[in-house]
């Protein structure tokens, strides 16, 4: 089945510097890679997500490239903010229900 | 607020018990998931329903089972607890059909102590 590591498991970044998290898939039928924000107690949150048929998308500080050959993928925020802190998820999935897997996160913290 | 609903919010039960989490997908949705995030764990996936029918299934113990019902909610039972289920339970829903996974939207989710 479905593997994804995540790397680094905790980051901590001044407040203005970029951050950015990788993840690696294991499954090459996996076409779908979203990111999810989840702060304390909270519910994940989608931030961004790419298809398998693109290789890079951005959404104002936030964006996503994948490297569907090296089945890597990842999770760049510049202009960090203190509200940016929260743990990552990122996550491979593929058609017809195949491989639901969720990354193990990385913890996030936006220094001041 | 992402459309999502879950009851109960949280649940204190004795090991050895049966509950039940129910879930509400966004209006429209046909499709519905569990997964199981343990203390400062990641979210493991469970189980997967579209449209009334098991679509997926993940690493959901035996002791567990699920049902989506023609209104399309879900229902989450969990029974012979043991202290390791405790955890936060959250349901998603999407607008999956025909193999074209889409955006997963989570519930606010259930948090389980089993004492």
């Known amino acids: 089945g479905e593997n994804v590591e995540q790397h680094p498991s905790t980051l901590s970044v001044q407040e203005g510097d970029s951050a950015v998290i990788k993840c690696t898939y294991s499954?090459?039928?996996?076409?779908?890679f979203p990111w999810y924000k989840q702060e304390l107690g909270k519910r994940p949150q989608l931030i961004i997500d790419?298809?398998?048929?693109?290789g890079e998308k951005k959404d104002q500080r936030i964006a996503v490239t994948l490297n569907k050959t090296a089945k890597h993928f990842s999770l760049h925020i510049t202009e960090t903010q203190p509200e940016d802190s929260a743990v990552y998820f990122c996550?491979?999935?593929?058609?017809?229900?195949?491989?639901?897997?969720f990354g193990p996160g990385t913890r996030l913290s936006v220094l001041p | 607020d992402s459309g999502v609903t879950q009851t109960p919010k949280h649940l204190i039960t004795a090991t050895g018990q049966r509950v039940t989490l129910r879930c509400s997908p966004r209006?429209?949705?046909?499709?519905v998931y569990w997964y199981q995030q343990s203390l400062d764990q990641g979210l493991q996936f469970l189980i997967q329903?579209?449209?009334?029918?098991?679509?997926a299934k993940g690493n959901i113990l035996e002791r567990f089972s699920a049902q989506q019902f023609p209104d399309l909610h879900s229902e989450l039972n969990l029974s012979s607890l043991e202290l390791g289920d405790s955890a936060l339970y959250f349901c998603?829903?999407?607008?999956?059909?025909?193999?074209?996974?889409?955006?997963?939207?989570f519930g606010p989710g259930t948090r389980l102590l089993v004492l």
């Open positions: 209006s429209g949705d046909l499709s």
């Open positions: 499954d090459s039928a996996s076409n779908y």
């Open positions: 329903y579209y449209n009334g029918e098991e679509r």
């Open positions: 996550a491979a999935m593929g058609n017809y229900g195949q491989n639901f897997v």
């Open positions: 998603a829903s999407s607008s999956w059909d025909r193999g074209r996974e889409e955006t997963q939207y």
């Open positions: 790419i298809r398998s048929n693109v």
